[in-house]
Each structure stands twice: as structure tokens, then as C-alpha cells.
């Protein structure tokens, strides 16, 4: 039996997972690698694993109960991962009581406040977690309860005026489990310098649970940097990291976290930093020394349109990239600029044409809802997609609308334009990013446009690539996508079929598993 030092979470993304991940859990195999070089026993659990049947939930159990852990953690986006941790933290605190929950990632470093204040949770750490967790797990091996030496902590503690850290104005006494307690905030960390000090511990997860076959290859994720030099204003990136901040493993080492998992038999890896072409010298490098080392994989990423020049477009076809996807937002310019993103519509121009011109799949998001934006930018929008649709037709094109992020410069504007973000912990859990509801600046008519488009442009991929559907739902999503093409081509936004459709199909599936629910309890 073996004792855990320190068990990790990575609750799950959605209520239920439907296809198996092809992104581990990089950052606690990152925070893993830290603590295991350092001699504590670290157990990860993907719980996104379990509701697709792979993995059980009598191993985290199991885990628990015939460990003494120093300390939980669990990590966390915004949206349902929120809830899904919360229950994990309920069941850590029921059979370990005295054994602090640790909350990091993206929501807690963003909202460390309003996450600190909740009775599930003991610590939360702010930014990079490798060095604060070890800090903890040193800490609390020795007995010591005293954080305040642990830069890039949020902690509850009775209140002690002769700790460092500083203890918010604010009152939370109200919030927290035990009334004498007080919320200590300790100094930034900055995380650490040199990521090649970092290992990705594959050995923490089972890698072929990652693994998946698609369009004949072998697929896996995998990060190679942190941060991004731009300063997109819906982007967490700048309240994350600060401003300008990109670092990777050097491209030495990046060849050769590659080669890891090139001996599993992977030959398409899925390049999930936020965005690796950060500093565009190393990428140029990490591709030099691929083809030194004669690895023979194919690849996609993100990457800004203004970059796919035709020299560069050149050098990562014959590196191996096979798609790129492009964060490319708006149509108008001056949504672009509310936006501070810095590059203009017409690098999407560019971007298609050499796209096609070395025969690259390029994936384009748009975002529709800003703070700011108007129907007729909007309509601009449109224009250019279809624009860089005739261009280079195997172009494909996601509509999104807009979602206010926590800590984002967006969010504020957002607020300020009467948009009411959750008081609560849980309140971010709800899918709020699905729609634009939320969206109190956005009147009926460009909601119901706005949503129209969204739905019609889903159903002119699904009808486009016949691969995403099948069985029972093929003639339904046959006929919505020949109304969104008819829709698409003549601009008729304000009948919502595909939208009530979905809503309808959604309504009936809950109902017929609460049949299903109840036959079986019966
Ligand atoms: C891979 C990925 C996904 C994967 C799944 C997540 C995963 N990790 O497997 C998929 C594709 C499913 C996905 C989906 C979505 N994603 Co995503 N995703 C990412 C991505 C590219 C990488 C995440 C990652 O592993 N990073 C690398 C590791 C090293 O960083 P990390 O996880 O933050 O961990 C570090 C610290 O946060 C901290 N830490 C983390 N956990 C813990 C726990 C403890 C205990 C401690 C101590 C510390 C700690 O220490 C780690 C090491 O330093 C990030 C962008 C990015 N580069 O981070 C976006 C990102 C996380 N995604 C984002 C979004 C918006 C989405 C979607 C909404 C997209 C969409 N429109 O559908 C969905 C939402 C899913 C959901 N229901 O919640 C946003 C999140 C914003 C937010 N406020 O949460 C990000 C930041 C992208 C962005 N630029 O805005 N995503
Ligand atoms: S380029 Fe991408 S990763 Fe960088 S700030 Fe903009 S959205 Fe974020």
C-alpha cells in the first residue's frame, strides 16, 4: 500500500465528458515533477477519466484512505470544473479533516479572493504552482502551519500580527468555517525562472489514456512554453503572467520532451501552449533541430495571422504543421482595436492565401458580443469569413460569443457595461460562456442574430465534415445544416430554427433520462 504525500485533482470540464482527453493534465504533472525531485509521493487523479469509463473513482478512494497526505489540491478553470471541485474538496475534508485543500489554476489565480473565501478551501495559490507547493509540502512535513514564507499564497489562518503577509481589510468572517480565522495574502511568486527545470511527468498518468486515433494518426497534447507577448483584452494571459511574459523549454529540451512521447508511437502532437510562436526564434529552432534529429511527426498550433508570411507559412509546412488555428476574432477593425490585438483584418487576407498555397488546414475562431461591437460589425465579420471562405474554401470557421473571463480587461469593460458577474464561487460554474444572455449590454435584436449565427455556422461545419455526426442524428443535422447553408448564403438571421431545435432535442434527452433515472431506481 502505497502512502501519497500529496494528492492532485483535475476535476471534470463538463457534467459528462464525451470523448476521451487528448490533453493530460499538464499543470500537475508540471507541480508533480517538482515534488517528486524533491522526494514527496504525489498522486494525480484525472477525473475526467472517469465518467468515460477509463479510470474509477475507488482509485482517488483508495488513494485517500491509505494515505496521511500533507496537503489536497485541485485544479481549476472557470465553468463546471468549478462545482466538480468543489465535491472533491466536501469529500477530502469528510475523510481527512485537518488536511488543508489547496485550490490552483486559471479560476483560483484569477478570482483568489472570492475562491479563498469559501469553507471547502484552506490555500489557494496564485500563478505558477510548481514553487508554492513545494513550499507547502516542506512546510507541513515539518509540522509547520505558518505559510507566510510561501510567496504566491492565499491562506486562512488565526489571525497573527507578527506574520509576514497581509491580512485583507476586507471582513470575511461571515464566509468562513471558523470565525477567528483571517485570510493571509503572502507575496507574488513569480514562478520559476528556468523552465527547463521542468520535467512533464508522464509517469503520474497512464500516457495511453491520452492517446487518440484520429483521421488515422496517433494524436497527444503537449506544452511546451507558458505566456504570450501579446495583450488581447479577453485573454487571461496579462492578469496570469503580466504583461509580455513568454517563456519555454529551451528548444533543446523540447526536442527532447518530444522524443518522450515519439517512442509511444504518437505521430500527430497537438501543440496546446497558448501561443508557441511567443518568441518566433525558437520555434524557428525547436523546427531546425526536428529535422536534424529526423523526428518524423506532423503537428498543429495556434498562431496570429499576421505571423503566416509566406516565409514562415513555408517553414512550418515543411516542418511537419498540418493545421493552424487562428484567434481571429473580428472582421472589423475597430472591434479589433477594443480588442487591443494588435494586427488588423487584413492579415487574415494574407493568412488564407498562403494557407492554400501550402496546402494547410487553418482553423479560425471569431468572437461575436464585444463590449462595444455594433450589428454592423458584426455583419463585417461575416463578410470576411466568407471572403477568406472563397479564397481558400478549406478554410473552417467557429463563431463564438463572447464570454467575460474573470480578471480579464474585457471583464471590467464588461461590467461597466452592466454585465453582472457571479458573487460566488460556485456561480462560475454555470456554462455562462454558451450564450449571450448574460450579455446585459447586447440588446434583442443582436442577441437574437448574434445566437443565430452562432448555431448556423455549427451546423454548416457539421453538414460540410459529415465525419462529426452519425447514427440517429443524421438526418436532423442534415436538414438544420441545409437551413444554415441557405441561411448563410443569404444572410437570414432573424428566424432562429436551428437554435429551437437544439433547445427542443436538449429538453427531450433530459427528459428521457430522467425516465431512464427513475425506471431504474424503480
Ligand atoms: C488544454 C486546454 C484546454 C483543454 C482541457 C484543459 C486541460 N488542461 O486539459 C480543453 C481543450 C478541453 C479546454 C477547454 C476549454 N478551455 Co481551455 N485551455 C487549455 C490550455 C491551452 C492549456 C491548459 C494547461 O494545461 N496549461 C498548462 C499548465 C502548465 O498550466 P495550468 O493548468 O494553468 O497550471 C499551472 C497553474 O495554473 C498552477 N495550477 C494549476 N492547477 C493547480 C492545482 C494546484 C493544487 C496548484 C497548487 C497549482 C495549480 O500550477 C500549474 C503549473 O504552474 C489553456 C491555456 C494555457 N496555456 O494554460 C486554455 C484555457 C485554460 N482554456 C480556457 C477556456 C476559455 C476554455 C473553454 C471555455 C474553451 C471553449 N470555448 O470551449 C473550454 C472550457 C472547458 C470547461 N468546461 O471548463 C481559458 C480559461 C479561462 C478561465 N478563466 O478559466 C484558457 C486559459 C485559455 C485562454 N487563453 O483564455 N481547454
Ligand atoms: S495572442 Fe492568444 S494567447 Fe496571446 S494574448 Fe492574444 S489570445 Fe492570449
Known amino acids: 500500500m502505497e502512502n501519497y504525500d500529496v494528492i492532485l485533482v483535475f476535476p471534470k470540464l463538463w457534467e459528462k465528458e464525451f470523448n476521451p ?3 493530460p493534465p499538464y499543470g500537475l504533472l508540471m507541480i508533480g515533477d517538482m515534488l517528486l525531485k524533491k ?3 504525489v498522486f494525480v487523479h484525472d477525473e475526467r477519466l472517469e465518467s468515460l469509463g477509463i479510470k474509477s473513482r475507488r482509485e482517488l478512494i483508495n488513494a485517500v484512505k491509505q494515505s496521511s497526505p500533507l496537503f489536497f489540491g485541485i485544479s481549476s478553470q472557470s465553468g463546471p470544473m468549478i462545482e466538480n471541485g468543489l465535491i472533491d474538496s466536501k469529500f477530502f475534508k469528510q475523510e481527512c479533516p485537518g488536511v488543508p485543500v489547496v485550490w490552483g489554476g486559471v479560476h483560483p489565480t484569477l478570482m483568489p479572493e472570492q475562491t ?3 469553507p471547502l478551501v484552506d490555500a489557494v495559490i496564485k500563478g505558477e504552482g510548481e514553487l508554492p507547493a513545494l513550499g507547502l509540502a516542506e512546510n507541513l512535513k515539518k509540522g509547520n502551519r505558518d505559510f507566510s514564507e510561501i510567496d504566491g499564497l492565499y491562506w486562512k489562518k488565526p489571525f497573527d500580527k507578527s506574520l509576514q503577509g497581509k491580512a485583507l481589510e476586507k471582513n470575511f468572517s461571515k464566509t468562513m468555517e471558523n470565525d477567528e480565522q483571517k485570510i493571509i495574502v503572502n507575496k507574488p511568486c513569480f514562478g520559476v525562472k528556468d523552465l527547463d ?8 498518468v497512464n500516457h495511453n489514456d491520452y492517446i487518440r486515433n484520429i483521421d488515422g494518426k496517433k494524436w497527444l497534447g503537449l506544452i511546451t512554453s507558458r505566456g504570450c507577448p501579446f ?9 496570469f503572467f503580466g504583461m509580455s511574459k513568454f517563456r519555454g523549454w529551451s528548444p533543446e529540451k523540447t526536442i527532447e520532451e518530444m522524443k518522450k512521447v515519439l ?3 504518437v505521430n500527430f502532437i497537438n501543440l496546446d501552449d497558448d501561443y508557441i510562436f511567443g518568441d518566433p526564434l525558437r520555434m524557428w529552432k525547436i523546427l531546425d533541430l526536428k529535422k536534424e534529429a529526423g523526428l518524423d511527426f506532423s503537428w498543429k498550433a495556434p498562431i496570429r495571422g499576421h505571423l503566416l508570411r509566406d516565409k514562415l507559412t513555408k517553414k512550418i509546412k515543411d516542418g511537419g504543421c498540418e493545421s493552424v488555428s487562428i484567434g481571429a476574432e473580428s472582421g472589423s477593425d475597430k472591434v479589433l482595436n477594443l480588442m487591443t490585438k494588435d494586427s488588423g483584418a487584413d492579415a487574415y487576407y494574407m493568412a488564407a492565401k498562403n494557407l492554400k498555397k501550402y496546402n494547410l488546414n487553418g482553423h479560425f475562431s471569431w468572437i461575436l458580443g464585444y463590449p462595444g461591437e455594433t450589428l454592423e460589425d458584426v455583419y463585417k465579420t461575416l463578410n470576411v469569413i466568407k471572403d477568406l ?16 473571463y474573470p480578471g480579464t480587461p474585457s471583464y471590467e469593460q464588461a461590467i461597466e457595461k452592466g454585465f453582472k458577474p457571479p458573487e460566488s464561487l460556485e456561480g462560475w460554474t454555470d456554462n455562462f460562456r454558451e450564450s449571450c444572455n448574460e450579455l446585459a449590454y447586447i440588446n434583442d435584436e443582436s442577441r437574437k442574430v448574434m445566437e443565430t449565427i452562432r448555431w448556423a455556422r455549427i451546423f454548416c461545419t457539421m453538414y460540410k465534415k459529415r465525419r462529426y455526426y452519425a447514427g440517429w442524428i443524421k438526418p436532423a443535422v442534415y436538414f438544420l445544416g441545409a437551413i444554415s447553408n441557405i441561411r448563410w448564403n443569404y444572410n437570414i438571421y432573424n428566424v432562429p430554427i436551428e437554435q429551437q431545435a437544439v433547445s427542443l432535442g436538449r429538453k427531450a434527452l433530459k427528459r428521457m433520462m430522467q425516465n431512464r433515472n427513475r425506471d431504474l431506481e424503480e
Not at 527545470?197 to 503520474?204: K, Q, S, T
Not at 472563397?390 to 470557421?397: C, D, F, G
Request: charged fraction near 20%; glycine fraction near 6%.
Open 263 to 265: 517512442e509511444w508511437g
Open 389 to 404: 471562405e472563397e479564397i481558400n474554401p478549406n478554410t473552417e470557421h467557429v463563431v463564438n460569443i463572447f464570454a467575460p
Open 21 to 23: 482527453p487528448n490533453q
Open 116 to 118: 479563498i473565501k469559501h
Open 231 to 239: 495583450r488581447c483584452g479577453f485573454c487571461y494571459n496579462i492578469s
Open 39 to 41: 522526494g514527496f509521493n
Open 197 to 204: 527545470e521542468i520535467d512533464m511527468r508522464w509517469d503520474l
